[in-house]
Structure formats: structure tokens, C-alpha cells
């Protein structure tokens, strides 16, 4: 696609549950990168991959978080047992060949916004 | 371990007034910095960045100067718009393949 496109655009959902976030990076983006961004703060950062390997895991808060990149293309994001300090924005992005790269930069999608009640 | 510290929000300027947004970070090595800009309802996207000390980054009017002496990266525009409210982000990076983001500053502009 034209940009990065994430969906949900919204999730509500009740606290225990599980969710999936969905992340659909640029077509022929070798990176992917998942954060989180609470209101009025910058993007916290969770997880990467490069191609289908996460390359990074060293963010996400706890064992109930995951991702996966199976194709080295789409990624899910599972939070598992939902609690309500989850709620926040979940942000995905990609690179066209990682940022250890010259001159390369993050392109963001929109956004999850995710509200566990 | 590695930081970026911006200056809080948000800042209301009139159309054609001078913008400064403070950013100081913390780092080790030498890492590059950025600005990026988050439209209302859209995603982050890349401003301008810089590689190495005493490099400028510009785009669109604005610039940045990473100053390692003081270490800053702080973003000017001479002219501001109303279209150029925004949230301002700095970040510095890579650091081991991520970008590590400071709070973000908003700005509005006023016709």
C-alpha cells in the first residue's frame, strides 16, 4: 500500500481480554517497529524485526505482550489478559532497510487506539 | 542510559512569529538526531535530522543544529503558519536499530 496501515483504528475491550493489532507495513520494508505512545508522551518503544526475525524485544512491558512477523511482511501485536495501564496508542512503523542504514527513516502509521475498561 | 528531553507544551504563537522548541538529549556514542512532526489524526513523520555534530538540518523553513558541545538539537522557524500546528517530536538514534523519542511538544498557531 501507499503508507503504513494499522487496524483497528480503535479497540475497546474489557480488562482480561485479549487483543491483536494489526500492522500492514510499505510494501518491500525490511523493518518493522512496534511502540506505544501514552497521551502527552513520545512513542515508547517495544519490539522490532527485521524481515520475519524480531530483532529486539527488549521494550515490551511484560510476557503478556507479543509480536510476530511470520511473512516478513504484516505483524501482529498480542496483549494478552488486557489490564487497564494498557490502554494507550499503539504505533506501528517500518524502514525500507533498517535504521543502521544511512539515511534511512521511521514511516508511522496512524495509530491503534486501544481502551481497556 | 540514553534520553531526550524537550521542552513542555504547549506553545501558542501568532502567525508569522519566531519558533523556538528546546530539545537537550543524553547519549552515548554519537548518535544521530531528528525531528519528527505528527499532523492531528496522522502518523509521525520525519522533519529533518542530523548525523553528526555541528551538522544543520532543514526542511520546509525549519531547522535544527546538533550541537554537541551543549548537547541540543533545538528547532527554529523563522515565520510559523497556522498550518504548521502540530506535535513536535526530537529523537536520537539509532540505538541498537531504534529511534528513542522525547515527550513531544505541541504547537498552535493563531491567524
Known amino acids: ?117 | 542510559g540514553n534520553s531526550v528531553t524537550q521542552m513542555e507544551g504547549p506553545v501558542t504563537l501568532s502567525e508569522e512569529a519566531f519558533l523556538t522548541i528546546n530539545c537537550t538529549y543524553t547519549a552515548t556514542g554519537y548518535p544521530s538526531l531528528f525531528w519528527y512532526v505528527q499532523y492531528p489524526g496522522e502518523g509521525l513523520q520525519l522533519l529533518l535530522k542530523a548525523t553528526k555534530a555541528d551538522d544543520k538540518g532543514s526542511n520546509k523553513g525549519f531547522e535544527a543544529t546538533y550541537r554537541k558541545e551543549t548537547t541540543s538539537f533545538h528547532l527554529e522557524k523563522g515565520s510559523v503558519q497556522v498550518s504548521d500546528s502540530a506535535v513536535y517530536f526530537c529523537a536520537l538514534g539509532p540505538q541498537g536499530g531504534k529511534l528513542i523519542f522525547g515527550q513531544g511538544t505541541e504547537l498552535s498557531v493563531k491567524p
Open chain 1, 1 to 117: 500500500g501507499a503508507g503504513v496501515s494499522q487496524s483497528p483504528r480503535y479497540k475497546v475491550t474489557k480488562r482480561g481480554q485479549d487483543v491483536a493489532l494489526r500492522c500492514d507495513p510499505i510494501s518491500g520494508h525490511v523493518s518493522l517497529y512496534w511502540y506505544r505512545q501514552a497521551l502527552g508522551q513520545g512513542p515508547e518503544f517495544l519490539t522490532y524485526f527485521n524481515y520475519e526475525a524480531q530483532q529486539d524485544k527488549s521494550g515490551l512491558p511484560n510476557d503478556r505482550f507479543s509480536a510476530e512477523r511470520p511473512e516478513g511482511s504484516i505483524s501482529t501485536l498480542t496483549i494478552q489478559r488486557t489490564e487497564q495501564r494498557d490502554s494507550a496508542m499503539y504505533r506501528c512503523a517500518s524502514s525500507t532497510r533498517g535504521l543502521g542504514a544511512t539515511n534511512e527513516k521511521l514511516f508511522f502509521g496512524s495509530g491503534t487506539q486501544l481502551s481497556v475498561l
